[in-house]
């Protein structure tokens, strides 16, 4: 099985600047990243995701992640927020293998809220 | 576009009533899911289907139940015996190959009055 955990429940950030949303998961087998993103009462939009090859991995709305598999880390990051960035995130994976095969685990969520 | 589309996406529902939730994609992907999501718990899964007239019991099937008729449909009915329905449900398929990955749906906000 594979878990999932997100280490800030909210991140508050003023625009312009740099953000990161740390994730790091655990697994007993390889695994699939994904980062989403949703807005209030909206479905989820994926934003980005590691399946193989280069571990830095870049999204859309300017979002990149690095996987990190020594620590078993994906964290997302963006160089320069704007307000419309202000959503909740979340980190998610599945499990490439074993009886996990093709479910998505989540962590809890991260809220970023960017002030003017 | 394919995507998938979830209605109605409010519900209202009395205390003892069964409700049905749709959910239908166009993506032509075998494998569909049903997650709540409640507020600081994340998303957890209901229950997934990975083939048509087969599902599986997710996380938190209790009260809960599922058909899969057809490729493309995949509801969820909530039944009187959820003790707790009142969430925001989303709808999710899976993709292969280079979509790999799920795709969701706006969601459907059910509050029990």
């Known amino acids: 099985a594979q878990s999932v955990t997100q280490l800030d429940s909210q991140v508050p950030v003023f625009e312009e600047a740099p953000v990161e949303l740390r994730c790091n998961y655990s697994?007993?087998?390889?695994?699939?990243l994904f980062w989403y993103v949703q807005y209030p009462n909206q479905g989820l939009q994926l934003l980005l995701k590691y399946l193989s090859g280069s571990t830095l991995v870049k999204g859309i709305n300017g979002f990149e992640a690095e996987f990190n598999k020594s620590q078993t880390s994906f964290h997302l990051r963006k160089p320069s927020v704007h307000i419309s960035d202000t959503a909740e995130y979340f980190c998610?994976?599945?499990?490439?293998?074993?009886?996990?095969?093709?479910?998505?685990?989540f962590g809890q969520g991260t809220i970023l809220t960017v002030h003017p | 576009d394919g995507g998938i589309t979830q209605s109605p996406k409010y519900l209202f529902r009395k205390e003892g009533q069964n409700v049905t939730l749709s959910c239908e994609q166009n993506l032509n992907h075998d494998a569909m899911y049903w997650y709540r999501q409640d507020p600081g718990q994340g998303l957890r899964l209901i229950y997934y289907s990975q083939i048509v007239n087969d599902f599986q019991k997710g996380d938190i099937a209790e009260g809960y139940s599922v058909s899969r008729e057809k490729k493309e449909s995949f509801p969820l009915t909530v039944t009187s015996a959820q003790k707790n329905p009142t969430a925001f449900y989303l709808c999710?398929?899976?993709?292969?190959?280079?979509?790999?990955?799920?795709?969701f749906g706006s969601g459907t906000r059910l509050t029990v009055v």
């Open positions: 998610a994976v599945i499990g490439a293998g074993g009886t996990s095969y093709g479910k998505l685990t």
């Open positions: 697994s007993s087998v390889s695994v699939y």
């Open positions: 999710a398929s899976h993709g292969q190959g280079e979509n790999y990955g799920y795709t």
